[in-house]
Nanobody, 124 residues
Framework: QVQLVESGGGLVQAGGSLRLSCAVSGRAFSTYCMGWFRQAPGKEREFVAAIWRSGGRTDYVDSVKGRFTISRDSAKNTVYLQMNSLKPEDTAVYYC?????????????????WGQGTQVTVSS
């Protein structure tokens, strides 16, 4: 059984930074494409970022490009989301997720495993 555990959320002022972590246990970490999603109250879950199984390619939703960076550490079985220049509209519960292929990485329904989520609140 694969388990994902997020950490690193919190309250930060606009312009500040946070780094989210997602520790993955279970099957080989390198076999999973990893994604970060977020969900604000009353809104659908939104793709934020993804990193390929090899770590060689990443992609982001346009609203976070240039501000957020996704990375993975195979030695620690952990994926990270570095968030800089945070804005109030980034406020949401952030989830990490894992899937067995790199295809269609922005589609949440195709991810097999999810973490419990971590709250990020950005004050203005």
């Amino acid at each position: 059984q694969v388990q994902l555990v997020e950490s690193g959320g919190g309250l930060v002022q606009a312009g500040g930074s946070l780094r989210l972590s997602c520790a993955v246990s279970g099957r080989a970490f390198s076999t999973y494409c990893m994604g970060w999603f977020r969900q604000a109250p009353g809104k659908e879950r939104e793709f934020v970022a993804a990193i390929w199984r090899s770590g060689g390619r990443t992609d982001y939703v346009d609203s976070v490009k240039g501000r957020f960076t996704i990375s993975r550490d195979s030695a620690k079985n952990t994926v990270y989301l570095q968030m800089n220049s945070l804005k109030p509209e980034d406020t949401a519960v952030y989830y990490c997720a894992a899937k067995g292929s790199d295809a269609l990485y922005a589609t949440p329904s195709l991810y097999n495993y999810w973490g419990q989520g971590t709250q990020v609140t950005v004050s203005s």
